[in-house]
């Protein structure tokens, strides 16, 4: 689909807006249809509300800037999972309300809908589907946001990761402490994006973009090395773990250390703060430093460091 991204919205929003229509009956013809549970039956109505279609409208034209500027994806039928959870667990980084967060997902389940429908009226193949993505954003969010805490950085990193009673999970943990990377980020990898010298090559992250970034510690280089190498599923030829049983791993040990629990975004923060620690200590400049962490979170902008500062 061409245009921007406010014409390439409103486009899919045409096929879903019924205004002045009676949402009675088109709950009646859903049920008779086979839909049963709340959820089924909002998938299946159209939208009734101009309130709503301004808001869903918003948030896809949000969503599809966010694959544009970061993965590149000018079209909107070209929007995946990938980008969708990626766009999730962006926003559960900036911190938004838990209601927001809620409306977003909406939002973008109805886009599903409407992309599968928009597809279908004109001779494509319909295969929209980001359900798990956003039920797996949304436990995260449950979990972190509307949280009254000055910092989401874990109090004592390295404790919560001996707690993990997991040894997948500790691993990934180590991992994600030691180079601040998201869990997206340590999912589906390859032996190959490990260079040697701490280094690992991150594919595809947040917006798309490549970065090499170097381990802190060895020790967590080394385990994570060998647990992809010795573990590579054969449907992907990649390593992957599923992420919220590493999250739930996450939640008990942070009981067990006596921490709160503010999510696998935690140890970003934690690395974030004591990486910008580091490059100040080797001599750089408060500017310079946020830049660089920046850089190496997979961000572009110096000032988003700010955010992990808190």
């Known amino acids: 689909m061409r245009g921007s991204p406010i014409y390439q919205a409103t486009q899919v929003l045409e096929n879903m807006t019924v205004f002045g229509q009676s949402k009675h009956k088109t709950k009646q013809k859903a049920r008779s249809a086979g839909a049963k549970t709340s959820h089924e039956l909002g998938l299946n109505l159209g939208i009734h509300s101009f309130g709503t279609a301004n808001l869903y409208r918003s948030v896809w034209i949000e969503t599809q800037r966010y694959g544009k500027d970061n993965f590149s994806v000018k079209d909107i039928i070209k929007l995946s999972p990938n980008i969708v959870s990626s766009f999730l667990e962006a926003k559960i980084s900036d911190g938004l309300q838990y209601g927001s967060f809620n409306a977003y997902c909406s939002a973008l389940e109805k886009l599903a809908v409407?992309?599968?429908?928009?597809?279908?009226?004109?001779?494509?193949?319909?295969?929209?589907?980001?359900?798990?993505?956003?039920?797996?954003?949304?436990?995260?969010?449950?979990?972190?946001?509307?949280?009254?805490?000055?910092?989401?950085?874990?109090?004592?990193?390295?404790?919560?990761?001996?707690?993990?009673?997991?040894?997948?999970?500790?691993i990934i943990a180590a991992a994600q402490y030691s180079i601040g990377a998201r869990i997206s980020e340590l999912d589906h990898v390859n032996p190959e994006q490990f260079l040697g010298n701490r280094q690992f090559h991150i594919i595809n992250g947040k917006g798309g973009k490549d970065r090499i970034i170097k381990?802190?510690?060895?020790?967590?280089?080394?385990?994570?090395?060998?647990?992809?190498?010795?573990?590579?599923?054969?449907?992907?030829?990649?390593?992957?773990?599923?992420?919220?049983?590493?999250?739930?791993?996450?939640?008990?040990?942070?009981?067990?250390?006596?921490?709160?629990?503010?999510?696998?975004?935690?140890?970003?923060w934690n690395y974030a703060q004591e990486r910008f620690q580091e490059v100040q200590q080797n001599g750089s400049g408060r500017e310079q430093a946020l830049v660089q962490v920046s850089s190496e979170l997979g961000h572009n902008r110096g000032d988003i460091t700010e955010r992990y500062l808190r």
């Open 114 to 170: 409407g992309l599968n429908k928009w597809k279908k009226d004109h001779g494509g193949e319909a295969n929209y589907d980001w359900a798990a993505e956003i039920q797996a954003a949304k436990i995260e969010a449950r979990d972190v946001l509307d949280r009254s805490v000055a910092t989401r950085a874990y109090q004592d990193p390295v404790g919560l990761i001996k707690a993990i009673s997991n040894p997948v999970c500790q």
């Open 215 to 268: 381990f802190r510690h060895l020790d967590a280089y080394e385990n994570f090395r060998e647990l992809v190498i010795n573990n590579i599923n054969p449907y992907y030829s990649k390593f992957t773990f599923l992420r919220n049983q590493y999250r739930l791993q996450l939640k008990a040990a942070a009981g067990n250390s006596g921490q709160q629990y503010t999510g696998s975004h935690g140890l970003r």
